[in-house]
């Protein structure tokens, strides 16, 4: 399988469990006290978040990215909406 193309689902996945995350589960914890969601979607997005930041790393030495571009792709795994403008800028660039 294309590495790249599983990295833009992994991103995909990972900047869509960040938005549920901080949209839907956090409201939901703090403004209806049901902190079930957060321990849900915040698993499902610590574990995608972890697979995107080894897969920048792996594809840093694997795609000879630049640390320049590997270290966009790490800033971007925190900011809401950063895998998709990281997908959009510098992989499919």
Same mark, same amino acid.
């Given at each position: ?8 689902? =992994? %991103?995909?996945?990972? /900047?869509?469990? #960040?938005? !549920? ?6 409201? *939901? +914890? ?10 849900? =979607? %915040?698993?499902?997005? /610590?574990?995608? #978040?972890? !697979? ?6 792996? *594809? +840093? ?11 966009? %792709? ?20």
């Amino acid at each position: 399988m294309n590495m790249l193309r599983t990295f833009r689902i =992994v %991103g995909y996945s990972e /900047g869509i469990s #960040f938005l !549920l995350l901080l949209g839907i589960a956090m409201p *939901l +914890k703090y403004m209806f006290d049901y902190p079930m969601a957060v321990t849900v =979607v %915040g698993a499902i997005h /610590g574990g995608l #978040f972890v !697979l995107y930041c080894m897969m920048v790393v792996y *594809l +840093k030495f694997n795609q000879n990215w630049s640390f320049t571009k590997a270290a966009l %792709g790490i800033l971007a795994s925190v900011l809401p909406f950063g895998p998709f403008v990281f997908d959009a800028k510098a992989v499919r660039g």
